[in-house]
Structure formats: C-alpha cells, structure tokens
C-alpha cells in the first residue's frame, strides 16, 4: 500500500496509528501542503478534495477521507479491534472520534485558516480561533468518553485515541490551554509510549522540518 501523507497533517497522524497498530506494510508518500502539492494535477486526479490522507491499495484502488479509509481498515484488517463489537458501543466511540474528526478539524484545517488570513485575520486570530474551537470540543470530548479506563474507552487504545492524540498534537503547537482536560493529556501519554503511536508521531515522519 501507498499512503500519500504530510508529516503535521492530524488525519495522515490518524491513518498512520491505525496502520501501525494492525501491522500493516505500506510506503509512506509525503505531500507538501504548504508548497501547495495537494492542487498537483497528477495528486489532484488521485484526490479530488486535493487533501490528505490518501490511500492506495495494492490493486491500485484508491481510498480518501481519513475516517473512510479507518472505517475499511478496521473492516478489512480486524485485529486489533479499533471499535467495539457491541452496536451501541460502537456508535458512542464513533460519536466521540467525530466530536475531532467533524467538529474540530474541518474548521481549523490548513485552507480554512488561510482563508481567514486572506481575510485579513492575523496570526494571533487564527490561532485565537483554532483554540477556541478545540477548547469546545475537548470539553464535548471529555465527557463521552468513558471516566474509569485507561484509554478513551478501554484497556486498548481504540478509534477515539487515534483522533484525540493528532488533535492533542496540534492542541499543544498553538498553545491551548489542556489544564481542565487532564484525562485527555493522560491518555495522550500512555498512547505515545506505545510503538505504534510514537512511529506515527509527526516528528518521527520523513517530511518532518
């Protein structure tokens, strides 16, 4: 498989746990957002949304969309369990992973954030910007997940994890305040003393500058 990345990019962080923790082989593709790679022609025609992640699979069928391709991954590949088998369970750690996934990222993603530098936004009101929607949703987070276990829902780092250390990732680079979400910031650190997220990690990526 090919994964088409960028090293500070929180959906690529997402893919690269989950195919770290299910063993799965693949060559890492870096793509430059901040050069602009993404809107390539040739990157373009592979991926519509011109974003990242992208995967390709060894029959050269493509996949886009993070929590798409997480969602085939833990169909195709299910050891480990990245969701719970229980339908009710699985749709409460849905629940939390999309409180990141669809609440928080989309509007602090790269082209949003330009966008509101293009109007006129400076750094300090982007970044003023991007904490408070992360305060928000850590806050909607914190109170999902489960209290009493040693991951977002268990005793194995599931789904909900693998959004909650990449958004934590871009928490702690803008200087959000994590003193009210000690649980979270504990989670984070059993989840990178593991190999699969600590290889994963932005700053272990190729591309890394």
Same mark, same amino acid.
Request: hydrophobic residues 45%; proline residues 7%; glycine residues 6%.
């Given at each position: 498989?090919?994964?088409?990345?960028?090293?500070?990019?929180?959906?690529?962080?997402?893919?690269?746990?989950?195919?770290?923790?299910?063993?799965?082989?693949?060559?890492?593709?870096?793509?430059?957002?901040?050069?602009?790679?993404?809107?390539?022609?040739?990157?373009?025609?592979?991926?519509?949304?011109?974003?990242?992640?992208?995967?390709?699979?060894?029959?050269?069928?493509?996949?886009?969309?993070?929590?798409?391709?997480?969602?085939?991954?833990?169909?195709?590949?299910?050891?480990?369990? =990245?969701? &719970?088998?229980?339908? @009710?369970?699985?749709?409460?750690? #849905?629940?939390? %992973? +999309?409180?990141?996934?669809?609440?928080? !990222?989309?509007?602090?993603?790269?082209?949003?954030?330009?966008?509101?530098?293009?109007?006129?936004?400076?750094?300090?009101?982007?970044?003023?910007?991007?904490?408070?929607?992360?305060?928000?949703?850590?806050?909607?987070?914190?109170?999902?997940?489960?209290?009493?276990?040693?991951?977002?829902?268990?005793?194995?780092?599931?789904?909900?994890?693998?959004?909650?250390?990449?958004?934590?990732?871009?928490?702690?680079?803008?200087?959000?305040? =994590?003193? &009210?979400?000690?649980? @979270?910031?504990?989670?984070?650190? #059993?989840?990178? %003393? +593991?190999?699969?997220?600590?290889?994963? !990690?932005?700053?272990?990526?190729?591309?890394?500058?």
């Amino acid at each position: 498989m090919k994964l088409y990345t960028y090293w500070r990019s929180t959906t690529s962080y997402r893919v690269r746990i989950a195919l770290n923790l299910k063993g799965i082989g693949h060559e890492a593709i870096p793509v430059d957002l901040l050069a602009g790679a993404q809107r390539a022609p040739e990157y373009a025609a592979l991926n519509p949304g011109q974003g990242v992640p992208t995967l390709v699979l060894d029959d050269g069928t493509v996949l886009t969309q993070s929590m798409a391709i997480l969602d085939w991954l833990e169909e195709a590949f299910p050891a480990p369990l =990245l969701l &719970p088998e229980d339908p @009710l369970a699985r749709a409460r750690v #849905r629940a939390a %992973a +999309l409180t990141i996934a669809t609440d928080i !990222h989309p509007v602090n993603n790269l082209r949003v954030i330009g966008k509101l530098k293009a109007m006129g936004h400076d750094q300090n009101e982007t970044t003023a910007w991007m904490n408070e929607w992360m305060t928000r949703g850590f806050a909607a987070f914190a109170r999902l997940i489960r209290p009493d276990t040693e991951y977002c829902f268990g005793d194995a780092p599931g789904l909900a994890d693998l959004c909650l250390v990449p958004q934590l990732y871009n928490a702690h680079r803008w200087g959000c305040d =994590l003193a &009210p979400f000690g649980r @979270l910031t504990e989670i984070e650190a #059993r989840c990178l %003393a +593991l190999p699969a997220f600590a290889s994963a !990690h932005p700053e272990a990526q190729s591309d890394a500058t």
